[in-house]
């Protein structure tokens, strides 16, 4: 049985789970109880047996994610000394790989994606985008430094356009299609074919061996933080303990067989 959320929807059908970051009336910024309730989704997902892969995205056209609640941030809510360096503090356990949820995770983006909102993008697998979407970082206007996501982004796009994007503090906003361009996302579509489009790559995806998937992503995830030689042992191990997995007997019968694997489930 799926958790109830009060910032989220949640949703599960023919293995993909639906993630909406549900706050239109705050162009869906994330406050702490939404960063909680992200972690619970995560974790939900990536032990739910019946889950392959996921759907993140936002609700409404207007703004996918605009960072954290800016209301929070004026309370001290958000910045209680307490918690916001620590390594549990709920900014850092928003995204699926912050969470280590291997599952994969396509990313809509159906809108504005603005400072902590692109925590989503620098952790996102495949990244399908809304054609009048646009990518941009205001923390250093309001006093903040911009941090963590620019770090992340810059595994994804050259350093320029991240700090151009991070000095300029919402001065200029990237589009979609420079985002296209810069390698930032994978497709950009009209906003009516965002949601028909994700889904098409989740049921592709969804088609495979969930634990081959998982595996997959952790292992090319996980080679970013290591040297090449560490990374391809890393990987090795990976392969060597698969081994014994009996989805590699199982999609090799159904090849010859010529029928639609019946893959065991991945629970982590």
Same mark, same amino acid.
């Given at each position: ?14 293995? &993909?789970?639906? =993630?909406?970051?549900?706050?239109? %009336? +705050? ?7 939404? !960063? /909680?309730?992200? @972690? ?11 889950? &392959?892969?996921? =759907?993140?995205?936002?609700?409404? %056209? +207007? ?7 800016? !209301? /929070?941030?004026? @309370? ?193």
């Amino acid at each position: 049985m799926s958790p109830s959320f009060d910032t989220l929807l949640y949703d599960v059908e023919d293995g &993909v789970a639906t =993630i909406v970051l549900n706050r239109p %009336e +705050k162009h869906n910024a994330f406050n702490a109880q939404m !960063a /909680d309730e992200l @972690s619970l989704a995560w974790r939900t997902l990536h032990e739910s047996p019946e889950v &392959v892969c996921a =759907i993140l995205t936002g609700s409404g %056209e +207007k703004s996918f994610c605009t960072g954290m609640d800016v !209301a /929070d941030v004026a @309370s001290g809510r958000s910045l209680d000394s307490g918690r916001v360096g620590r390594e549990d503090a709920p900014w850092n356990r928003l995204t699926a790989i912050q969470n280590k949820c291997w599952k994969p995770v396509i990313t809509a983006v159906n809108g504005m994606v603005n400072g902590g909102g692109l925590h989503f993008i620098a952790d996102a697998d495949l990244i399908v985008c809304a054609e009048h979407a646009t990518f941009f970082d205001t923390h250093v206007k309001v006093g903040l430094i911009a941090g963590l996501e620019p770090v992340g982004i810059a595994r994804r796009i050259p350093l320029e356009a991240v700090l151009r994007m991070s000095l300029l503090g919402g001065a200029e906003r990237m589009s979609a299609q420079q985002a296209l361009a810069l390698g930032l996302v994978g497709e950009v579509v009209p906003k009516e074919a965002l949601m028909p489009r994700a889904r098409e790559l989740a049921a592709a995806i969804s088609q495979h061996s969930p634990t081959a998937l998982a595996r997959t992503k952790q292992t090319i995830w996980e080679s970013l933080d290591r040297g090449l030689d560490e990374a391809l042992a890393n990987t090795w191990t990976a392969i060597n303990e698969h081994v014994d997995h009996p989805d590699l007997k199982e999609g090799a019968l159904a090849f010859v067989e010529k029928r639609k694997p019946r893959w065991a489930p991945y629970t982590g």
